[in-house]
């Protein structure tokens, strides 16, 4: 059967940070190490076509075995020392969450966030620690049950977007069968709509459709691309054709903003403000409508710059009193200085907000100045 | 009553270009020009406080008055052309969509959009015109009450994300009274992770609760700013600290989709492929599992960097043969040779993938070769 094939509950926190053919104690399967199955061969051939990949150079021939490549500990983008830290004995108490989607399962991904969200009170310091796991691109029912089989297997939630209305259908039996709790997170609003609209959804993941890509979605590739350019005062003569200017002293997070801005469409140019130096004139020419000033609680900032020092070995314009309190009071009070002489500019406080809510407030006020006489909102056609 | 003092249905999409003192005609409430509302300038007054904004010289006192303004348009982040096309008549065939967020709403923007997505067939050629309109921030009845009156007046289907408990019921009670279809995105996945745990959810939006930001938090920020400085190949050096490397010819989406991934945590660096040019050395140095090559149909390509060609007025290196077919082909060409001397690392073709798929393939493949003793997936640890 599938299921014994695959690593058993007790080793996932261990795949986590490092799945290695020395890692492979405490299976519960009782088979040592696991082979990789010849399920998993077919879903990475499947995947490896339809991703373009070249099967019989790269994945089939040239790669060596599995079963034959050396420890390598996967290189983690989010708490590498997790693992580490995470005792097995502790693996039974970690609630699973499983999220499956026939598209990129980005959307399954922000729900649970946005959820989890709402427990991050007991999610700080581990005091209910949880999993998540992410299948994308599942599009036949097959590995559909098989991920299921192995949910109640773990005892885990599973939330799924399955556009296919017979995947979605088929992942709902398969969870009452077998006791798995679930959530269908796109199947209610995409029936809303459909109902809404007086039109039948396609049942196709985005992009599954063949549908060439949106003049929006260039659009929105080109505001990365321009932010991009824009950052960090790089090119003054441009900020004319920004739609928002960022301004604020060093660690105020400018350029994670821009960026979250221009993937929301937005074409973002910031400008660092650096005490004793004077700013790009055209900054002060520009629509002033358009431009947001950030500002941060000393303390907090200075902590911020703390952390950059010692990460970088030294400030990172050279700066050695960058993390200085003085210093950072008065750089402080000089871009306060600068937003009192440009008024109609929104400062904005970004001490202890998430990027994604600085975003929230800087798009906020930017529509309701340009959108007087409705409600606060922003607006988008299809 | 407040709702006479928003904008009538026949006027949205106007604002959505812009929104003027001379752009007043054909209101359906009879009134003329619609008063900017002691309401709505109670949710702006209390929005610039919450966002820190200077109200006394920046609000209230230097801004011209709503009425005084001059017409401007809307620096519009997508379809700017829409609303100058879009013919009043057509109003009422347009299909809104609310979304009412008392976090930043950038869920259920989501959630829509990904609903949408099944929906991209009827909406191509503006066969059923939809517009969306988020309301970010709602945090009390009040608000939520006069939002929900106004899609019951324009005929709009409502999606909420409501945190707090209360105001989610008060959705859903108004709805039913008013007659308004809606969904709650958030709720039952709320829900369904609560009964998971065994915990209550917080009843807050993710920021409202005060808990300080996490260390995944600036991990992801981190990840941003590393992949904006390696952009372009600018320093090979670092390639080696990149937790993926992405390389490929001008113009196959390698910037965006490096920002794409960082966002999500990855430090990416990008190396360009350019016919003629040797790669640096340390690209074979680094470990290839975590290199990946982009490829696109020639025909495609030229197209893309042929409207590139346009809008820079040259092509983007100087290059006068940039977009000529037989230089495209001999470029692809190229980079095919490289990939096959490289046969370790995956070639993804990008041709008609939006950047969020063509991330959903990189992190598969990403993930699947580290963890091969599981089923392909990508886990984290809350």
């Known amino acids: 059967m ?29 088979s040592g190490r696991p082979k990789v199955s010849p399920q998993l061969n077919r879903w990475s051939r499947a995947r490896a076509i339809r ?7 790269s994945n089939l021939r040239t790669q060596p075995p599995a079963t034959e490549s050396p420890p390598r500990p996967l290189p983690l983008p989010v708490n590498p ?20 989607s026939d598209g990129t399962g980005w959307t399954a991904e922000q729900c649970v966030n946005a959820a989890l969200g709402q427990f991050d009170y007991c999610l700080v310091d581990r005091g ?11 599009d036949d029912a097959e590995k ?37 709790p679930s959530t269908d997170v796109l199947g209610p609003i995409t029936e809303a709509i459909a109902s809404h ?34 950052d960090d005062g790089a090119s003054p003569k441009n900020l004319a054709k920004a739609d928002i200017v960022l301004t604020g002293v060093s660690r105020t997070g ?52 703390r952390a950059r020092t010692k990460t970088m070995g030294l400030s990172s314009d050279g700066r050695s009193n960058y993390s200085e309190m003085d210093y950072v009071r008065e750089e402080l009070e000089f871009a306060r200085r600068l ?19 600085t975003a929230a407030v800087v798009l906020r006020l930017y529509h309701d100045r340009k959108q007087k006489c409705t409600m606060p909102r922003i607006s988008k056609r299809y």
């Open 2 to 30: 599938a299921i014994s094939r695959l690593c058993p509950n007790i080793r996932y926190f261990h795949q986590i940070g490092a799945c290695t053919r020395n890692d492979q104690t405490g299976s519960k399967s009782g």
């Open 51 to 57: 991703s373009g990949q070249k099967l019989e150079r």
């Open 81 to 100: 020392d997790d693992a580490v830290n995470f005792d097995r004995a502790d693996a039974r108490f970690v609630k699973s969450i499983y999220m499956v």
């Open 128 to 138: 209910c620690p949880v999993s998540t796991h992410l299948f994308s691109g599942i």
């Open 144 to 180: 559909l049950l098989e991920i299921t089989k192995q949910a109640a297997k773990e005892g885990a939630l599973l939330v799924y977007t399955l556009a296919d209305p017979s995947l979605a259908s088929a992942a709902k039996r398969a969870c009452q069968l077998w006791g798995v």
């Open 197 to 230: 609209l007086g039109v039948s959804p396609s049942g196709l993941p985005r992009g599954a459709s063949g549908l060439p890509l949106s003049d929006d979605y260039f659009r929105r590739i080109e505001a990365v691309e321009f932010t991009i350019k824009q």
């Open 254 to 305: 400018k350029t994670p903003l821009s960026i979250y801005l221009a993937q929301k469409g937005y074409k973002v140019a910031n400008v660092p403000i650096v005490m004793g130096v004077s700013m790009p004139k055209i900054l002060f020419e520009v629509d002033p409508m358009k431009v947001f000033g950030l500002t941060i609680n000393p303390l907090v900032l200075q902590n911020i710059r």
């Open 339 to 357: 937003f009192a002489e440009n008024p109609l500019w929104p400062v904005i406080d970004v001490t202890g907000k998430a990027i994604e809510e």
